[in-house]
């Protein structure tokens, strides 16, 4: 045993014991293609196993954000892990790519193995559900850096598309029309103003409020990004995608623009979604002009995939028989800028 390690606050002895809990979470993730076994020093994917002729790798990179104060104050950390999955392989689901594997990195003050479990479960959870293998990860024990419980996780993706395939926005012209997909809730962005809110409010995280009909403030907020990688990937194969937009930080402002070319604009008419309740808590209580949430929020909508007008209903269809909640919300114009009617 490093006894003078731990006297500086790093238990080696929990390490190992995280190791030993989450190999039954890392194997439940495997697909064709892994690799080795949890313990090595690079994780391995063999990318050959897939047969893609002119295979483009698509890679991304993100963490939850302030979102885990959430969860530390709600002491619930096994659904944290599913959004950092999610925040990774729906950005590169929106160049048409399919999540291959993924890799995870949490940070805490001290080692508590049955808290890292529940985190790398929720891990699991979102790579079961996007289809990718988690084959890699690093657990750091920072005595000093995080106080208390807290703790950080980030995570990686790679994702592979045939390059014929790449979806770029190359393909979006006037007259497309945007279908939108439902969100599960804030996702995992704009914490910093909800816990504002809640705080300048003083909200219970415990207690249920009108706006959300009943539903626990904290779990409701808590409730995990959306993971839409199968539903999308069924839409690009029935489907000609011209653009897809994952629906993050920036709101609608921000995202779906990136997808347009110069002279380009959206219209995007309200009403055609359901806004979600939380939403309509968050105005509320912080006092945020509505055009301005589209511009922080997802408003209920986590994914638009933009398509011609002939092949919009096709896509609801094929989203709607995957238990979607899916609706044209607006169209690509001639004039520069986002319009909300």
């Known amino acids: ?23 039954q979470h890392v194997a439940s993730t495997q697909r064709k293609g892994t690799m080795g076994n949890i313990g090595a020093f690079g994780g391995m994917f063999d990318l050959a196993s897939l047969g893609v002729k002119e295979p483009v790798l698509v890679s991304g990179t993100d963490g939850v954000g302030t979102k885990l104060k959430i969860a530390f104050a709600m002491d619930k950390h096994d659904t944290i ?15 048409g790519a399919e999540p291959l594997f993924f890799l995870d990195y949490v940070a805490l003050g001290h080692n508590i193995p049955q808290k890292v479990e529940a985190i790398v479960a929720g891990v699991a959870e979102g790579c079961r559900q996007a289809g990718c293998a988690l ?11 995080y106080e208390g419980g807290d703790y950080d996780i980030a995570g990686f993706t790679c994702g592979v598309v045939e390059k014929s395939q790449l979806i770029d926005g ?15 809730g804030v996702h995992s962005n704009g914490f910093s103003l909800v816990r504002k809110v809640v705080a300048d409010n003083n909200l219970d995280l415990n207690a249920s409020y009108e706006e959300l009909e009943g539903a626990n403030l904290g779990e409701t907020l808590l409730t995990p990004t959306k993971i839409y ?8 194969r029935n489907c000609d995608v011209h653009g897809i937009c994952h629906i993050t930080g920036g709101g609608f402002d921000e995202n779906i623009p990136r997808v347009l070319h110069e002279g380009q604009g959206l219209e995007i008419t309200e009403g055609t979604w359901e806004i979600l309740p939380v939403f309509r808590l968050l105005e509320k209580y912080g ?23 002939s092949q919009a209903q096709k896509a609801i269809d094929i989203l709607t028989a995957a238990g979607e909640k899916a609706s044209v919300i607006g ?6 800028g986002v319009v909300i009617k």
């Open 331 to 336: 169209r690509v114009t001639d004039t520069e």
């Open 81 to 95: 892990g599913i959004d950092a999955v999610a925040m990774c392989v729906n950005d590169v689901l929106a160049q």
């Open 229 to 236: 990688v199968r539903q999308v990937l069924e839409v690009i």
């Open 287 to 309: 006092n945020i002009p509505h055009r301005e949430m589209f511009n922080i929020f997802n408003m209920g909508i986590g994914m638009v995939v933009v398509l011609d007008q």
């Open 170 to 184: 190359s393909k979006v012209k006037v007259g497309d029309v945007l279908v939108g997909i439902a969100s599960s």
């Open 135 to 145: 084959i890699g990860g690093e657990t750091a024990e920072m005595p000093g850096m």
């Open 1 to 23: 045993m490093a006894v003078n390690y731990e006297k500086a606050g790093v238990n080696l002895e929990a390490g190992y014991e995280v190791v030993r809990r989450i190999k």
